[in-house]
């Protein structure tokens, strides 16, 4: 994958706003068109806003464990067929991909694809696997110009938000199950072949990329058939031999290491089995080898309960070592941010804050990873927000009458005979009796008189009636400006 510069990006993306501006962007076709959250998206696209939310189904595919072929990894329900028992072509050309790429021209998200809609919706736009096709070049007709493979899931550690599906030692040791090889073998590479030539990017996930044998099968006929093509991996960085070193030097490949913690005890309950210091040595290895091909490294990073705190220090170390960081969303019980309490969410949003502040933004890599960072902080206040309104719901324990709310909220009026009409016209029209929680008692006893007298004589019914059935609904005023 290129990684344009910073200001040919600006250029781009002052482009397509202009031109999207002319077009009347509102204007665009879907399912869920012009909502803010949609429209905010498009226009963080790094290559700028774009009819088409997402360019996997035409620029990508995905083959699966148990021969399953899918949009993207996070698409594990829209599948376009089956290997063996459809061909690599037959595959390509299913009815099933040309109905996602149709829906997704349109922002409908509905066919698999709850994650990114999940993740533009809290603003976590770095987050959106989506974004991640953008910069993929669009071939002819069936040809992917990105295939992803996860054929097979050999590991030799037992991370603890992990599970069997992903890590053959988890699926022995802890699952007590037994592995079952994937279907894929020399006839895939043979039916590939064709593709490869077209291809842009090939990424290799796992199990470990390095440890498992058919994925040196491709790499030869990629390095044969399509020797610029950028192989993109993700290693969990416990293993670099002379094998590997030889590889790095033919090929064009992009390494990522999975790091979760900058300490030795925590990193190594987090990816059990694995060695601290060697991960770190071989992450240099990979540097290094990065250097010479004049392709960046990642540090892949799953925010978690257990680390959120280190989260900012990761980054520093991304920065150090000008490696680009990446922010995995981990939903595993146990490990996912989202089940921590609302104070603890607020906490960690504080937190973040503060880092934001200290981090520094002087190159194109340490504002990208600084962007990433806002990104995930982003998304978790989004979190907590859901949340608190959640709690404070449940705090609404008392019943007030329509009778109790107009004595106490006339007595803020004195003698004003208009605003005194007005509410008693609003009153009327809500129910007899209402839930209300002690905050909202407090809040309503604490309005300044003049205040309210200001807004009753300065609004019309119609808004101030919109007002107070929102401070029912959310336990605030909603924000007028
Ligand atoms: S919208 Fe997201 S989940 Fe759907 S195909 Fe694109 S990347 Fe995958």
């Given at each position: 994958m290129t990684f344009y510069s910073d200001t040919y990006h600006k250029i781009l993306r002052i482009q397509r706003r202009w031109l999207w501006n002319q077009l009347k962007f509102p204007l665009l076709p879907g399912?869920?068109?012009?909502t803010p959250a949609i429209r905010k998206y498009m226009f963080s696209r790094a290559t700028g806003p774009d009819p088409?939310?997402?360019?996997a189904p035409y620029r990508s595919v995905y083959f699966g464990f148990n021969g399953n072929v899918q949009?993207?990894?996070?698409?594990?329900?829209?599948?376009?067929g089956k290997y063996p028992e459809k061909s690599v072509s037959e595959i390509l050309e299913s009815p099933n991909r040309k109905k996602l790429q149709h829906a997704l021209q349109n922002q409908?998200?509905?066919?698999?694809c709850k994650h990114c809609y999940n993740q533009i919706k809290t603003g976590n736009y770095e987050g959106a696997?989506?974004?991640?096709?953008?910069?993929l070049k669009s071939n002819e007709?069936?040809?992917?110009s990105e295939m992803i493979f996860e054929?097979?899931?050999?590991?030799?550690l037992e991370c603890i938000m992990c599970e069997g599906r992903f890590s053959s030692a988890i699926l022995k040791n802890r699952e007590h199950k037994p592995y079952k090889p994937g279907p894929y073998n020399e006839k895939l590479v043979e039916q590939l072949k064709p593709y490869l030539s077209k291809l842009e990017v090939a990424k290799f996930m796992g199990g470990e990329p390095f440890l498992i044998n058919i994925h040196y099968k491709i790499w030869d006929a990629i390095l044969e058939t399509n020797p610029r093509c950028v192989i993109n991996l993700q290693t969990n960085g416990t293993v670099f031999n002379d094998k590997i070193a030889n590889l790095l030097k033919r090929g064009h490949f992009q390494i990522g290491v999975s790091i979760d913690s900058l300490q030795k005890d925590k990193f190594e309950t987090i990816r059990k089995n694995a060695v601290f210091e060697k991960v770190l040595d071989n992450l240099e290895k990979f540097i290094a080898a990065g250097k010479k091909s004049g392709h960046h490294i990642n540090i892949s990073t799953c925010p978690m309960q257990q680390n959120r705190y280190e989260i900012p220090d990761i980054l520093r170390f991304c920065n150090d070592k000008n490696v680009f960081v990446y922010f995995n969303t981990v939903y595993t019980d146990g490990f996912d941010?989202?089940?921590?309490s609302c104070k603890e969410l607020e906490e960690l949003v504080l937190y973040y804050r503060k880092s934001i502040n200290t981090l520094?933004?002087?190159?194109y890599l340490q504002r990208r990873n600084l962007k990433f960072l806002k990104s995930l902080t982003s998304q978790i206040h989004t979190w907590w927000q859901e949340k608190k309104a959640e709690h404070d719901k449940r705090l609404k324990t008392k019943t007030i009458t329509r009778n109790d709310l107009h004595a106490l909220l006339s007595?803020?009026?004195?003698?004003?005979p208009n605003a005194q009409d007005k509410l008693v016209t609003i009153i009327n029209t809500l129910p007899e009796t209402l839930l209300i929680s002690d905050h909202q008692l407090n809040h309503l006893n604490n309005i300044k008189d003049d205040e309210f007298i200001w807004e009753m004589e300065n609004n019309d019914i119609k808004t101030l009636r919109y007002i107070i059935e929102y401070f029912f609904e959310n336990q605030t005023f909603p924000d007028m400006q």
């Amino acid at each position: 994958m290129t990684f344009y510069s910073d200001t040919y990006h600006k250029i781009l993306r002052i482009q397509r706003r202009w031109l999207w501006n002319q077009l009347k962007f509102p204007l665009l076709p879907g399912k869920y068109k012009n909502t803010p959250a949609i429209r905010k998206y498009m226009f963080s696209r790094a290559t700028g806003p774009d009819p088409v939310v997402c360019h996997a189904p035409y620029r990508s595919v995905y083959f699966g464990f148990n021969g399953n072929v899918q949009p993207c990894c996070f698409n594990r329900e829209h599948l376009y067929g089956k290997y063996p028992e459809k061909s690599v072509s037959e595959i390509l050309e299913s009815p099933n991909r040309k109905k996602l790429q149709h829906a997704l021209q349109n922002q409908d998200f509905t066919y698999g694809c709850k994650h990114c809609y999940n993740q533009i919706k809290t603003g976590n736009y770095e987050g959106a696997e989506a974004r991640l096709y953008d910069g993929l070049k669009s071939n002819e007709k069936w040809y992917p110009s990105e295939m992803i493979f996860e054929l097979d899931n050999t590991c030799n550690l037992e991370c603890i938000m992990c599970e069997g599906r992903f890590s053959s030692a988890i699926l022995k040791n802890r699952e007590h199950k037994p592995y079952k090889p994937g279907p894929y073998n020399e006839k895939l590479v043979e039916q590939l072949k064709p593709y490869l030539s077209k291809l842009e990017v090939a990424k290799f996930m796992g199990g470990e990329p390095f440890l498992i044998n058919i994925h040196y099968k491709i790499w030869d006929a990629i390095l044969e058939t399509n020797p610029r093509c950028v192989i993109n991996l993700q290693t969990n960085g416990t293993v670099f031999n002379d094998k590997i070193a030889n590889l790095l030097k033919r090929g064009h490949f992009q390494i990522g290491v999975s790091i979760d913690s900058l300490q030795k005890d925590k990193f190594e309950t987090i990816r059990k089995n694995a060695v601290f210091e060697k991960v770190l040595d071989n992450l240099e290895k990979f540097i290094a080898a990065g250097k010479k091909s004049g392709h960046h490294i990642n540090i892949s990073t799953c925010p978690m309960q257990q680390n959120r705190y280190e989260i900012p220090d990761i980054l520093r170390f991304c920065n150090d070592k000008n490696v680009f960081v990446y922010f995995n969303t981990v939903y595993t019980d146990g490990f996912d941010l989202r089940e921590l309490s609302c104070k603890e969410l607020e906490e960690l949003v504080l937190y973040y804050r503060k880092s934001i502040n200290t981090l520094p933004t002087s190159n194109y890599l340490q504002r990208r990873n600084l962007k990433f960072l806002k990104s995930l902080t982003s998304q978790i206040h989004t979190w907590w927000q859901e949340k608190k309104a959640e709690h404070d719901k449940r705090l609404k324990t008392k019943t007030i009458t329509r009778n109790d709310l107009h004595a106490l909220l006339s007595g803020k009026l004195n003698d004003n005979p208009n605003a005194q009409d007005k509410l008693v016209t609003i009153i009327n029209t809500l129910p007899e009796t209402l839930l209300i929680s002690d905050h909202q008692l407090n809040h309503l006893n604490n309005i300044k008189d003049d205040e309210f007298i200001w807004e009753m004589e300065n609004n019309d019914i119609k808004t101030l009636r919109y007002i107070i059935e929102y401070f029912f609904e959310n336990q605030t005023f909603p924000d007028m400006q």
